[in-house]
């Protein structure tokens, strides 16, 4: 608050305290998480800046951008100060930040173990609150020639086509695959229809001369892998 009771905008601040300012002058590697957001809020409430107000809604999820990134519309605008413009600004900025991430690179990334498969699709799929199956698809030297959604469905599961799977694997000339689902709930223990459902990749991969590497559970704990159990 200043001298007139009222509350100092962004614009009023010292310069090295304003976030946009702050980026231009020292790089945006030098903001926190809460300046950051507080340049996509813009402005606060009635109560308080940009920057408190970020950093009231980054508390609220444990200071976790993970948690954040759940978050929905609706959820965020619970914040005061939080209308639905500015809820649709902070998912959109979540999302792209995902993507960067796992985005394939122009150099091929060779997938040498469970952990590289878990690595490249976790943070496409241990926050989400439905069921998600993807394939990888793989070269002969085992580098990433893609990641394609095959279907998505509830909470409980999700309808998977085997068909559809080595469909995209033929269009890519992928020689092997690598398979994954999320569990919404956590528990990563496979289901039976999980254990099925793998059965019957691998004995299609070997009709048509494409491996089946792995199946890997993903949740917000971390992974379960068919390969390392030895279960494929």
């Known amino acids: 608050m200043d001298h007139y009771g009222q509350k100092l905008g962004i614009k009023s601040w010292a310069e090295e305290d304003r976030p946009r300012e702050k980026l231009i002058l020292h790089g945006k590697g030098t903001l926190s998480n809460s300046e950051l957001l507080a340049i996509l809020i813009a402005s606060g409430n009635r109560d308080e800046s940009a920057v408190a107000l970020a950093q009231r809604i980054l508390a609220a999820y444990n200071q976790n951008l993970h948690e954040l990134g759940k978050s929905n519309i609706s959820e965020l605008k ?56 993807k394939v990888i698809l793989l070269n002969q030297k085992n580098r990433v020639l893609d990641i394609k959604e095959v279907s998505k469905g509830g ?47 691998v004995e299609a991969g070997k009709i048509l001369n494409i491996r089946v590497l792995d199946h890997l559970i993903i949740g917000a704990t971390g992974y379960f892998s068919f390969a390392d159990e030895s279960l494929i």
């Open 78 to 133: 619970k914040f005061k100060g939080i209308g639905e413009a500015k809820a649709i600004t902070i998912t959109a900025a979540l999302e792209l930040g995902k993507r960067r991430k796992i985005e394939t690179p122009e150099k091929k990334i060779q997938i040498r173990s469970s952990r590289d498969s878990y690595e490249l699709l976790r943070d496409q799929m241990d926050d989400l609150r439905i069921e998600i199956f």
């Open 155 to 201: 909470i409980a599961g999700t309808v998977v086509d085997i068909r559809i799977i080595f469909k995209m694997a033929l269009d890519k000339e992928a020689t092997s695959i690598i398979v994954s689902h999320n569990h919404p709930s956590g528990n990563l223990k496979p289901s039976h229809q999980d254990i099925s459902i793998t059965k019957s990749l």
